[in-house]
């Protein structure tokens, strides 16, 4: 078990351990505390950084990772380490600067302050390496499926960008590993809820990323369904040897990840 002096970490829930630096959500939770949307702090208060060795296994390593707009911070603090087979929840609440992490970490939005390092390429400079390097699952707003695709023609496609062969037999067979072979004809408009965000999931790997990030993993889905999301990204992480990050909203969800921070919404 790591031994962490202070500052905010990522809590080792496997080892069933919390940092120096963090605090319980609640009873029986170990995610580590960070700090999203809030006032800067005062230079008394202000913990100093903590810059430690990342363990050989971290594919993802964020140090002092923050992000500060014009309207404060969207997160800072943030200290993490992902390793190859595992998941790490980020959770938060809406508006705690959750999706901006999530983008941050997986190269697609820039970060103020802290570094960042994917399979070894430090951020921002191998931007284009890494947006190659890390799946991104659906985001509201940003890569949304057209409403008329069907499922089969999403993975098509994606396949399409990553120079892998499409035929038909291909594809189906692509999507019965994500439990998706039935709704291969079926339009995204049409797709529940729950097989829409194994949908996602599926065209994050499709390009056998070394990493994934995924932002939402409840949106109009039950608990158990929510569950049955978390399991299958630990699944796919282990199997395909990828390290994942989850955005999520419920601790038993991040209780559910092999490990997970918490991002502190302001005035929290």
């Known amino acids: 078990m790591e031994e962490v002096e202070s500052g905010?970490?990522?809590?080792?829930?496997?080892?069933?351990?919390?940092?120096?630096?963090?605090?319980?959500?609640?009873?029986?939770?170990?995610?580590?505390?960070?700090?999203?949307?809030?006032?800067?702090?005062?230079?008394?208060?202000?913990?100093?950084?903590?810059?430690?060795?990342?363990?050989?296994?971290?594919?993802?390593?964020?140090?002092?990772?923050?992000?500060?707009?014009?309207?404060?911070?969207?997160?800072r603090g943030v200290d993490l380490d992902?390793?190859?087979?595992?998941?790490?929840?980020?959770?938060?609440?809406?508006?705690?600067?959750?999706?901006?992490?999530?983008l941050t970490l997986a190269g697609r939005m820039r970060f103020t302050k802290g570094?960042?390092?994917?399979?070894?390429?430090?951020?921002?400079?191998?931007?284009?390496?890494?947006?190659?390097?890390?799946?991104?699952?659906?985001?509201?707003?940003?890569?949304?499926?057209q409403e008329n695709l069907t499922a089969a023609n999403a993975v098509s496609a994606e396949f399409g960008l990553f120079r892998r062969p499409s035929r038909r037999e291909l594809v189906v067979a692509y999507l019965d590993e994500w439990d998706l072979a039935e709704v291969a004809e079926v339009r995204v408009k049409d797709l529940t809820a729950e097989k829409l965000a194994q949908l996602g999931i599926a065209l994050a790997f499709a390009g056998g990323p070394d990493a994934v990030v995924i932002d939402d993993v409840e949106d109009q889905l039950t608990m158990s369904q929510s569950e049955g999301l978390i399991d299958l990204l630990k699944r796919a992480a282990r199997e395909r040897n990828a390290a994942v990050v989850v955005g999520v909203i419920e601790r038993s969800l991040g209780e559910r990840a092999d490990a997970c921070i918490y991002l502190e919404k302001g005035g929290e």
């Open 82 to 102: 992902v390793g190859r087979g595992q998941v790490v929840a980020v959770r938060g609440r809406n508006g705690s600067g959750k999706t901006a992490l999530l």
């Open 8 to 75: 905010n970490v990522l809590a080792a829930k496997a080892a069933g351990a919390v940092g120096a630096g963090s605090v319980p959500d609640a009873v029986g939770e170990t995610c580590a505390h960070v700090v999203g949307v809030a006032s800067p702090p005062s230079a008394a208060t202000a913990p100093l950084p903590v810059m430690r060795k990342p363990r050989e296994e971290a594919f993802l390593v964020a140090r002092g990772l923050e992000l500060k707009t014009i309207r404060g911070y969207a997160y």
């Open 115 to 145: 570094s960042l390092a994917v399979g070894g390429l430090e951020l921002p400079h191998n931007r284009a390496k890494i947006e190659r390097r890390v799946g991104l699952g659906l985001v509201a707003g940003l890569n949304e499926l």
